[in-house]
């Protein structure tokens, strides 16, 4: 039969660890918080004791490494098979490809070397040696140096990629493990395991330039797509590690299972996988909160997870189990947790901001029997929408639609529709004009829209006085009506006016008249309509002498 192994110190047996998953789900997260469990999808069996996992650039193929064969297997994404292999050294556990696809790194620590392979053609084109028991490996941004932490040796291996030579070698903490390089290339991180700390390597002088003492056997190591966060899986205990990189300080842990030596996160950082090595299985933590938010029971003996671009697959090392998990990562379904603000008119237009979870890639955004957003725009957190028109009143439920789902109708999603209304302010001013001849009255009539919606039509009214005769070039005069109208739509806050003139003749009867003008149509319904009046009174000395008030 053959012997369990465990993907550290080579050069030694792992202690027998307990199995006590109950612990893993002592920090549940909020549902509306936590990123659904992914599910095992297949089992491939490939060469003994994979360790490390690596995607081509574009997701469409993964190398799987064997510490025991040296043997690499070849998985077409696609189909879900082992396509090919081919051997390289004597066992390997670390494997890297380059930025450009084109080229595959993978440390050997049995023979102390890394080899580069062609991933053309699957054929190693150089062996280079590097320190003793070579174990980690990571590429920096642009691909131009490969990092190799030698666990025997106490330090890090820096390989130029152009020539394949290496260009130093940087004395760190004592067995050096899990490797991860800042997104601007200039830090490397190292997880000493056996002096219970991360090094911080500054890469342009090839110097430690800090250490971060983590209390614990750090082993894999994974860092967040912006560097702000570093996440070590504690080999030697149960729990997950955060730093903060920028503060250079150890934020907290997080409890998970038994034997985590390898980290994952999600592309966008919101989630992080821990490989519970000796429990089989797979911890699920949201980042924000450091909560475990599902166990997922997987092969014997998980190590690396290696995740597609989007997040939506992951190829897991089964290390004891000679397989690779393939996973998949159902996407969240969205929620909304507030809108604000929370009501606005049925002619639509109200800028509206939604919160909640996952939101962002929404496809959608719908106000209930409204029907879709005019407009939307959508992060993880927040949506802005503008509401559209709609003769509905009442509440509605305003949902977020993502290729995830649609969120639930809750409480905290509704937004009250009003029916539309506007006030019309209505103003009348009189100014007398006299003459030898004759003398008249210029009436000015200025509508103003007071809002809250844009006035679409409206009519405003006036009985003229008898005996007088009243002209208008943009209001309709007969039997004795004033008729002006408004035919286009008025915004809230806008003015139009509207004139007409009565005739007072020389020596007129008439000494004193009053002309009401008021709003007595249109659309929207005027709130307050009894106010959309003004009066002014007029009298006349033999037609000689005006006033108005």
Not at 220 to 246: I, K, N, Q, Y
Not at 301 to 328: H, K
């Amino acid at each position: 039969m053959r012997s369990r192994r465990a993907p550290r110190r080579t050069w030694t047996a792992v202690a027998a660890i307990s199995a006590a998953t109950a612990a893993l789900l002592s920090q549940p997260a909020t549902a509306e918080a936590a990123a659904p469990p992914p599910t095992v999808a297949a089992h491939l069996p490939v060469a003994p004791y994979p360790a490390g996992v690596a995607l081509t650039p574009d997701g469409a193929r993964a190398y799987v490494t064997s510490q025991s064969s040296g043997t690499v297997s070849v998985l077409d994404t696609a189909s879900r098979a082992v396509t090919g292999s081919f051997t390289t050294g004597t066992g390997s556990y670390a494997v890297a490809v380059s930025p450009d696809g084109h080229r595959a790194y993978l440390t050997h620590h049995l023979d102390n070397t890394v080899t580069v392979v062609d991933t053309a053609s699957n054929t190693v084109t150089a062996t280079v040696p590097v320190g003793t028991q070579p174990w980690g490996l990571a590429l920096s941004p642009d691909g131009s140096r490969a990092y190799v932490s030698n666990a025997g040796a106490g330090t890090v291996s820096v390989l130029d990629t152009a020539s394949n030579t290496v260009t130093a070698t940087i004395p760190v903490g004592a067995e050096p493990h899990g490797l991860a390089v800042s997104p601007d290339g200039k830090r490397l991180y190292v997880a000493a395991s056996g002096a219970k700390a991360v090094n911080v390597v500054d890469t342009v002088g090839s110097t430690v330039s800090a250490t971060v003492a983590v209390g614990h056997s750090a082993f894999g190591l994974a860092l967040s797509p912006d560097g702000s966060r570093l996440w070590t899986a504690d080999g030697d205990d149960t729990t997950a590690a955060v730093l903060d990189t920028g503060a250079g300080t150890l934020l907290g842990t997080v409890t998970v299972g038994n034997g985590p030596y390898a980290v994952s996160l999600a592309p966008d950082g919101s989630t992080a996988y821990v490989s519970n090595y000796a429990d089989n299985t797979l911890s699920v933590i949201d980042a924000a909160s450091r909560t475990v938010t599902a166990t997922v029971p997987v092969g014997a003996s998980p190590y690396t997870l290696a995740l597609s671009a989007d997040g939506r697959r992951g190829y897991l090392a089964d290390f004891t189990g000679d397989a690779v998990d393939v996973l998949n990562f159902p996407l969240p379904v969205p929620v909304v947790t507030g809108i604000s603000p929370n009501g606005g008119s049925g002619v639509g237009g109200t800028v509206v901001t939604v919160t909640g979870t996952d939101l962002n890639g929404a496809t959608a955004v719908t106000f209930g029997a409204a029907g879709p957003a005019r407009s939307f725009s959508c992060t993880r957190t927040s949506c802005t929408a503008t509401a559209p028109a709609t003769t509905v009143t009442g509440p509605v439920d305003v949902q977020v639609t993502t290729p995830g789902g649609t969120s639930a109708a809750v409480a905290a999603d509704r937004f009250g529709y009003t029916a539309p209304s506007a006030h019309l302010g209505v103003a009348l001013a009189a100014t007398p004009v006299t003459g030898l001849f004759g003398s008249r009255v210029d009436y000015t009539v200025t509508l103003t829209n007071q809002g809250p919606d844009p006035i679409t039509a409206a009519t405003v009214s006036a009985a003229l006085p008898a005996g007088l005769t009243t002209t208008s070039t943009d209001c309709t005069v007969a039997a004795g009506k004033l008729s002006c109208t408004l035919a286009g739509p008025l915004a809230k806050g806008a003015t139009t006016t509207r004139h007409f003139s009565t005739a007072v003749g020389l020596l007129s009867l008439v000494s004193s008249w009053d002309v009401t003008v008021a709003r007595t149509a249109g659309a929207p319904a005027d709130p307050s309509p009894a106010t959309s009046r003004d009066t002014r009174s007029c009298t006349s000395v033999l037609g000689l002498l005006i006033t108005c008030h």
